[in-house]
């Protein structure tokens, strides 16, 4: 059993994604060729966004937006812990400081509490200059942006919204883009949407920071390449990258319908039983990049499941401010209570568009079985 089945999709893609390769191979154009701006335009037209970008990966994605809106040292940047550690790594490699915010205990995403709390503390302080926030849309679900954006509005921060699991999740219909200043996304292989090696984009609808990253992500180019106006990265998208990924956006929107059924048949089956099945706020439509339960615990269930061949992962059992190169960065005063609670808890199970009923029915009986572990 697969705890991604990226196998079946290459199946169901797999003429497409050869003539399209092939396209490549024969057009030569392997760096910012056409099928890049294709996909550009196809992103932005999925994600009702005016300005898609391709870069290298997610982490590229998020500096060249810290990029854009100069941040570096003496700057404070707020961002939760329980993520990826590629959040807060793309604000401490620019020289500014990422500030770890709590998450709300049934979404995983920043809690708008914990945020206001560690903004105030950080203004009283006046040492770091509070610059902008990374909102990040967890196991593929956004953020309570309405919440959250208003307090990021009061304190004049820049919105980014780190949607590197949630390509494609929507909240009352919107896209984080419509409260985020920037969003940005992963082409990693793993994610809801993802390429055959690294990949990424960057999303905004305001032209001047569009010329901004356009800029940015290939060396801070002027007029030409041999002009540079920025600082920049090397940080193109491969158009081989961006030819697999167009195929892939054939099938998107379908598969994130049989995510979302398969979350459903997930959280029907487990909902009586001994663990926490995950949350969506109303008006949320999940990628489902992880299909995250919580349990007492996770570690004995992982090795019972894994004896029946059943894989699982465990997101985030060490959230970025305890890891060791993160310690020394400020937090909420409060403590990240939350994110200490989940992560002796939380634990991931097989979730990919192509899980068949019974397979998922044996993973379910399993866990009912697990009770008596
Ligand atoms: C929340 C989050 N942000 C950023 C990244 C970084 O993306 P990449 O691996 O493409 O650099 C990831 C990837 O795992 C992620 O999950």
Redesign the pocket.
Known sequence: MQFIDLKSQQDRLKPGLDAAIEKVLSHGQYVMGPEVVDLEQALANFANVKFALGCA????A?MLALMAFGIGPGDAVFCPSF??S??AESIAVLGATPIFVDIDPTTYNMCPESLERTLQKTTSDGTLTPRAVII?D?FGQTANYPLLAPIAQKYNLKIIS?A??SFGATLNGMHPSHWADIMTT???PA?PLGCYG???AVFTNDPDIKDILDSLRVHGRGIDKYDNIYIGLNSRLDTLQAAILLEKMKIFADEIDQRNHIANRYVKGLISQHVKTPSIIPGAISTWAQFTIEVENPDTLSQFLKNYGIPTARYYPRPTHLQTAYLQYPRDPNGLQITETVMKTVISLPMHPYLDESTQNSIIEKIKQSSDI
Not at 57 to 60: H, I, R, V
């Open positions: 990966n997610g982490t590229d998020l993520t990826y590629a959040t990040v967890l780190d590197a699991q992963s082409f990693f994610k690294d990949g990424g």
